[in-house]
């Protein structure tokens, strides 16, 4: 899997958007990315992922630049719960791989109230 | 819902014991993992398995061995616990196929201290 660059930590407002950006610079055509998140003492949660369209689902949106050299994940309204560690990880094909995903380090979001 | 349920949330070991922890999905997927979370270094990959009675060695799996007897469940050995494998272990798993998302599914996590 390509390498993935994040912030290490970042702020938000709550209410206000959350923009995380994410670099991968040396993604492969037939790379998705995928975005997850882990709160404090729980597993990671899957968010969404894409390949080079934006996509939007009930928790967030993620838009991918056309050279998909990089993408950010939008929380449109973050709430005081959304305050985890974000994890941005490209992989081979959206399925059908037995292999695990491989994490980074991810950003700390903090939401401020 | 799926789930993916860890057999013991936190579990207290002395170095040299064998330890067993448990994994279970309910949701019939054939992929399943396990990782190990320490800080600064994020989650690691130790085994994962893609079928019933197969594995394959992750990023770290010295110091470890697996157990894959039914689909469901997912066992991760520590044949002799040391203080370096104190960690959050993380059970996942997946199901490959059509329409698969390659959504990993976690379980909440196993907190192992060895003394």
């Known amino acids: 899997d390509a390498k993935t660059t994040q912030p290490p930590s970042m702020d938000c407002a709550e209410g206000r958007a959350a923009n995380l950006p994410c670099n991968h610079s040396?993604?492969?055509?037939?790379?998705?990315v995928y975005w997850y998140r882990q709160i404090h003492s729980q597993g990671p949660q899957y968010i969404i992922h894409g390949l080079k369209n934006n996509e939007t689902n009930e928790m967030a949106s993620l838009i991918i630049t056309e050279d998909r050299k990089s993408s950010t994940l939008i929380l449109p309204h973050a709430t005081l719960r959304d305050t985890a560690v974000y994890y941005c990880?490209?992989?081979?094909?959206?399925?059908?791989?037995?292999?695990?995903?491989?994490f980074g380090k991810g950003t700390h979001l903090i939401i401020q109230p | 819902d799926v789930k993916v349920t860890q057999s013991s949330r936190y579990l207290v070991k002395r170095t040299g014991e064998k330890v067993f922890l448990e994994c279970v999905q309910d949701m019939d997927h054939e992929n399943m993992f396990w990782y190990r979370q320490d800080p600064g270094l994020g989650l690691r990959l130790i085994y994962f398995s893609y079928d019933v009675k197969m594995k394959e060695k992750g990023d770290i799996p010295e110091g470890y061995s697996v157990s894959r007897e039914k689909k469901e469940r997912f066992s991760l050995i520590l044949e002799s616990a040391s203080t370096n494998q104190t960690s959050m272990y993380l059970c996942?798993?997946?199901?490959?196929?059509?329409?698969?998302?390659?959504?990993?599914?976690f379980g909440e996590g196993s907190r192992l201290t060895v003394l």
């Open positions: 990880i490209v992989r081979v094909g959206a399925g059908g791989g037995a292999d695990g995903l491989t």
């Open positions: 996942a798993s997946s199901s490959p196929g059509q329409g698969d998302t390659g959504e990993l599914f």
């Open positions: 040396t993604i492969s055509g037939n790379e998705y």
